[in-house]
């Protein structure tokens, strides 16, 4: 009797990010490399680099620094039409906004939710979804790409995320 999960195959993904106004903007790119474990059940590790610029339109001053990390996804998808997910990602900033440090740090995410998911011809899928980051750290890159608020005009940590997985075995 055996109780490891057998691999049935393996996939590659990949999501973006871009934002931007007057004030400055960022992009980023992931990537994923996924395990397929039984037919509906995917899970591997992740990569993300991410470049952000501000310009102050006050001053005229203009800065750009690069936030980089890795991390670990796992989806289960379910009559190829909905995805429910979690994603942790280790993020690395070269700034600190709490006083406790100063310098690079490295801030965590803990990504849940779930959308939509479809896989075409057995060889390519769209996900797009809304992740809540549960950790929601105050150091954390992601806080860019919140797009609520609450009734009191604080910030939901709510990301869109749009992934597209393509069958490699």
Known sequence: TSF??????????????????????????????GMKFQENFIAGPSLRI??????????????????????????????????????????????????????????????????YSQEFNEKFRINAGVMYDVINHINSPFRQGYFMRNANNVLIPLIYRIAFFFVLT
Request: cysteine-free.
């Open 4 to 33: 490891a999960q057998q691999i049935e195959g393996t996939e590659v993904g990949f999501d973006g990010y871009f934002g931007a106004s007057t004030n400055g903007g960022s992009f980023s790119i992931g990537a994923k490399y």
């Open 50 to 115: 991410q470049r952000n610029w501000t310009k102050n339109t006050f001053t005229g001053i203009s800065g750009s620094y690069n936030v980089y990390g890795f991390g670990a996804f796992a989806h289960g998808r379910f009559g190829n039409v909905l995805f429910a997910g979690a994603e942790f990602e280790l993020m690395r900033s070269p700034f600190a906004t709490s006083t406790v440090s100063s310098g690079p740090v490295w801030s965590p995410a803990l990504f849940l939710g779930g959308g």
